[in-house]
């Protein structure tokens, strides 16, 4: 009988009757079968079009034979680096080994190749010349123009022709990948694709490029790779005419000249309707890891721990209006929102209920921001999210629409479900759109039933400077919400707490900015376990300000950028994390030293007494 996963072996081929695959997915994750791993989802979704897809996952990218275990597909490989930039995930942000991989088998690191789509691509054209290969995902998506890349402290090309991959394709791409495998299928080879939204191509001729009415022409990569000033400067513009155009309505063409060849960024993929998201999460996966992972791993545990954040979890809703500086999702998921459904979220619901590993607990029901589940104002429905102005931030548009109607209507829907004892809300909570709630319903209920003990919350700073270069709320609005919360659970006579996430070394702050957190932290009583270091990843405005030192957002009056204090050094970062521990026996040298450096010694006795 054939396995009821996607075939990952020769075996599953005869199975399944199968001579060749249609594709073949190659990821560096290892095999979930669950809608939250791309490969999985994906795969499914051909499938349900009447392809047939096979997945390497996590292949050895030292042997080349690991690539060639399902034959050569018939119309093309689709590459991944998985969930996590290869960089991210093998690195942490102070350039340090991960001693371990959530998305790898028993979670053992050292499975995932560092720059896994270029080392991929190279092996595949190693086993199969003339091969077409797709590439996608994260690592992919971020990377789909000239980038900073934190790890070589260097600017490199689009990640297209690092590859020598065919097509790119970015954002989440269930509508370029259908349309692309139909023209495969039509005989149309991956080179000459043009024209299909979310995807990336390049050619070396200038007359195929689109007309100059539909298209932007970008700064070449020879003038914003240089590391001088005026190239940086050229590159803080450039990323900001892409931030632009990132939106699927109101976006448009780029091109950017890169060596003797032009790279063209189509215009983003259209949202996905209701019925479309809810389609593809109904899709019949397993919701298992493969049965190859119930060996025990080198390290003797078995699995792939990253299910065990989203087994019992559901996705409600995609895209962030929010747009922090540090966070990607606005060239990776866009700023509009698409939502599923209430049925088609009880449907999945009941589904998990009635697994033997349920214990009666909904670990999350959310997206990159939970309480996000329509646009941010009705203007976007017809002309996209605007271009030029921020829906939230330390000024939020007056046109944004607080609503959490019909969020509180599907948590209370979900609460009422036979066998659910609890519904969680794990997903970021945007505090500010809460405050900006006249109505006070979603607040009561989030404490009274979607937390247990603690909410964690991301203020990320105390000082608004640094919070505006964010784009985050100012501190005061922390405050407030602080206060609402800490009011609502007296009045429900419960025990709970918030747990503040803050950010250290982030571009704009300096050591009197982590000495401002330090007092804040003093006054308040809690100081963090944790403490982020801010972590350069590509596709970020706050990587552009920490790689160019300016911010794009805002001019001088005499045309030219303005400026932004970067902490580069290893040792500064140390001296800020420092400050935002000042508790620990460890730190106290750290802190005198950041103290004497700024003067202010006077402060020694209020935090290391």
Same mark, same amino acid.
């Given at each position: 009988?054939?396995?009821?996963?996607?075939?990952?072996? /020769?075996?599953?081929?005869?199975?399944?009757?199968?001579?060749?695959?249609?594709?073949?997915?190659?990821?560096?994750?290892?095999?979930?079968?669950?809608?939250?791993?791309?490969?999985?989802?994906?795969?499914?979704?051909?499938?349900?079009?009447?392809?047939?897809?096979?997945?390497?996952?996590?292949?050895?990218?030292?042997?080349?034979?690991?690539?060639?275990?399902?034959?050569?597909?018939?119309?093309?490989?689709?590459?991944?680096?998985?969930?996590?930039?290869?960089?991210?995930?093998? $690195?942490?942000?102070?350039?340090?080994? /991960?001693?371990?991989?959530?998305?790898?088998?028993?979670?053992?690191?050292?499975?995932?190749?560092?720059?896994?789509?270029?080392?991929?691509?190279?092996?595949?054209?190693?086993?199969?010349?003339?091969?077409?290969? !797709?590439?996608?995902?994260?690592?992919?998506?971020?990377?789909?123009?000239?980038?900073?890349?934190?790890?070589?402290?260097?600017?490199?090309?689009?990640?297209?022709?690092?590859?020598?991959?065919?097509?790119?394709?970015?954002?989440?791409?269930?509508?370029?990948?259908?349309?692309?495998?139909?023209?495969?299928?039509?005989?149309?080879?991956?080179?000459?694709?043009?024209?299909?939204?979310?995807?990336?191509?390049?050619?070396?001729?200038?007359?195929?490029?689109?007309?100059?009415?539909?298209?932007?022409?970008?700064?070449?990569?020879?003038?914003?790779?240089?590391?001088?000033?005026?190239?940086?400067?050229?590159?803080?513009?450039?990323?900001?005419?892409?931030?632009? %155009?990132?939106?699927?309505?109101?976006?448009?063409?780029?091109?950017?000249?890169?060596?003797?060849?032009?790279?063209?960024?189509?215009?983003?993929?259209?949202?996905?309707?209701? *019925?479309?998201?809810?389609?593809? $999460?109904?899709?019949?996966?397993?919701?298992?890891?493969?049965?190859?992972?119930?060996?025990?791993?080198? %390290?003797?545990?078995?699995?792939?721990?990253?299910?065990?954040?989203?087994?019992?979890?559901?996705?409600?809703?995609?895209?962030?209006?929010?747009?922090?500086?540090?966070?990607?999702?606005?060239?990776?998921?866009?700023?509009?929102?698409?939502?599923?459904?209430?049925?088609?979220?009880?449907? *999945?619901?009941?589904?998990?209920?009635?697994?033997?590993?349920?214990?009666?607990?909904?670990?999350?029901?959310?997206?990159?921001?939970? %309480?996000?589940?329509?646009?941010?104002?009705? &203007?976007? *429905?017809?002309?996209?999210?605007?271009?030029?102005?921020?829906?939230?931030?330390?000024?939020?548009?007056? &046109?944004?629409?607080?609503?959490?109607?019909?969020?509180?209507?599907?948590?209370?829907?979900?609460?009422?479900?036979?066998?659910?004892?609890?519904?969680?809300?794990?997903?970021?909570?945007?505090?500010?759109?809460?405050?900006?709630?006249?109505?006070?319903?979603?607040?009561?209920?989030?404490? *009274?039933?979607?937390?247990?003990?603690?909410?964690?919350?991301?203020?990320?700073?105390?000082?608004?400077?640094?919070?505006?270069?964010?784009?985050?709320?100012?501190?005061?609005?922390?405050?407030?919400?602080?206060?609402?919360?800490?009011?609502?659970?007296?009045?429900?006579?419960?025990?709970? $707490?918030?747990?503040?996430?803050?950010?250290?070394?982030?571009?704009?702050?300096?050591?009197?900015?982590?000495?401002?957190?330090?007092?804040?932290?003093?006054?308040?009583?809690?100081?963090?376990?944790?403490?982020?270091?801010?972590?350069?990843?590509?596709?970020?405005?706050?990587?552009?300000?920490?790689?160019?030192? !300016? %911010?794009?957002?805002?001019? &001088?009056?005499?045309?030219?950028?303005?400026?932004? $204090?970067?902490?580069?050094?290893?040792?500064? /970062?140390?001296?800020?994390?420092?400050?935002?521990?000042?508790?620990?026996?460890? &730190?106290?040298?750290?802190?005198?030293?950041?103290?004497?450096?700024?003067?202010?010694?006077?402060?020694?006795?209020?935090?290391?007494?």
């Amino acid at each position: 009988m054939a396995s009821s996963f996607l075939p990952v072996c /020769r075996q599953d081929l005869l199975d399944r009757g199968i001579d060749q695959l249609d594709f073949v997915f190659v990821s560096g994750d290892g095999y979930v079968d669950h809608a939250s791993f791309a490969a999985a989802l994906l795969g499914r979704l051909l499938e349900s079009h009447g392809y047939t897809v096979g997945i390497i996952p996590q292949p050895d990218w030292k042997k080349t034979e690991s690539f060639t275990l399902l034959g050569r597909p018939r119309l093309a490989f689709l590459v991944s680096a998985g969930a996590m930039d290869s960089m991210v995930s093998n $690195y942490t942000a102070n350039n340090k080994p /991960r001693s371990e991989d959530v998305y790898a088998h028993g979670g053992v690191a050292g499975h995932r190749p560092d720059r896994a789509l270029i080392t991929y691509c190279t092996k595949i054209r190693e086993a199969y010349k003339g091969v077409q290969i !797709l590439i996608g995902g994260i690592e992919a998506s971020l990377r789909r123009t000239t980038h900073y890349d934190y790890w070589s402290n260097t600017v490199r090309r689009s990640i297209l022709l690092d590859s020598k991959a065919d097509l790119l394709m970015y954002g989440m791409g269930e509508h370029a990948i259908l349309e692309i495998a139909d023209l495969l299928n039509q005989g149309i080879p991956a080179r000459k694709i043009r024209g299909v939204r979310g995807t990336v191509w390049y050619t070396s001729k200038a007359e195929e490029l689109p007309p100059q009415e539909s298209a932007l022409m970008l700064p070449s990569f020879a003038d914003i790779s240089a590391n001088t000033p005026e190239s940086k400067e050229l590159f803080a513009r450039s990323y900001l005419v892409q931030e632009e %155009n990132t939106d699927a309505l109101n976006g448009h063409v780029l091109i950017e000249p890169t060596d003797s060849r032009f790279i063209v960024q189509e215009k983003a993929a259209l949202p996905l309707s209701t *019925e479309e998201f809810d389609a593809i $999460y109904e899709l019949p996966f397993t919701r298992r890891w493969h049965p190859m992972y119930d060996a025990p791993a080198e %390290n003797g545990k078995t699995g792939i721990p990253a299910l065990s954040e989203v087994q019992f979890s559901l996705v409600s809703s995609r895209g962030c209006f929010g747009a922090c500086s540090f966070c990607a999702i606005t060239f990776h998921q866009g700023r509009r929102i698409q939502s599923r459904s209430h049925e088609s979220l009880l449907r *999945e619901a009941k589904t998990m209920t009635e697994d033997s590993a349920f214990k009666g607990y909904i670990h999350d029901v959310g997206g990159p921001t939970a %309480n996000f589940r329509h646009d941010a104002c009705p &203007n976007q *429905e017809k002309r996209g999210a605007c271009p030029h102005k921020d829906c939230m931030g330390t000024d939020p548009c007056p &046109n944004v629409r607080v609503d959490h109607t019909e969020y509180i209507d599907l948590l209370r829907k979900l609460r009422a479900l036979p066998k659910v004892k609890k519904v969680f809300i794990r997903s970021g909570i945007r505090f500010d759109y809460l405050v900006m709630d006249k109505d006070k319903t979603f607040l009561r209920e989030l404490c *009274e039933h979607h937390i247990s003990g603690q909410l964690k919350v991301a203020p990320e700073h105390v000082n608004d400077k640094v919070l505006r270069l964010m784009r985050k709320s100012s501190h005061a609005v922390y405050e407030k919400f602080a206060a609402e919360y800490a009011e609502m659970n007296r009045k429900l006579g419960k025990k709970q $707490y918030l747990v503040p996430y803050y950010i250290c070394a982030h571009p704009g702050a300096g050591l009197k900015e982590a000495i401002d957190v330090a007092l804040y932290l003093k006054k308040t009583g809690f100081v963090p376990d944790q403490v982020q270091d801010f972590y350069p990843t590509p596709g970020s405005l706050s990587t552009c300000m920490y790689w160019t030192g !300016l %911010n794009p957002h805002k001019q &001088n009056a005499d045309g030219s950028l303005e400026k932004v $204090y970067v902490a580069r050094g290893a040792h500064e /970062r140390r001296l800020q994390r420092a400050l935002l521990q000042f508790n620990r026996r460890e &730190n106290a040298s750290l802190v005198k030293e950041a103290l004497r450096q700024t003067g202010k010694m006077d402060l020694v006795k209020v935090l290391l007494r």
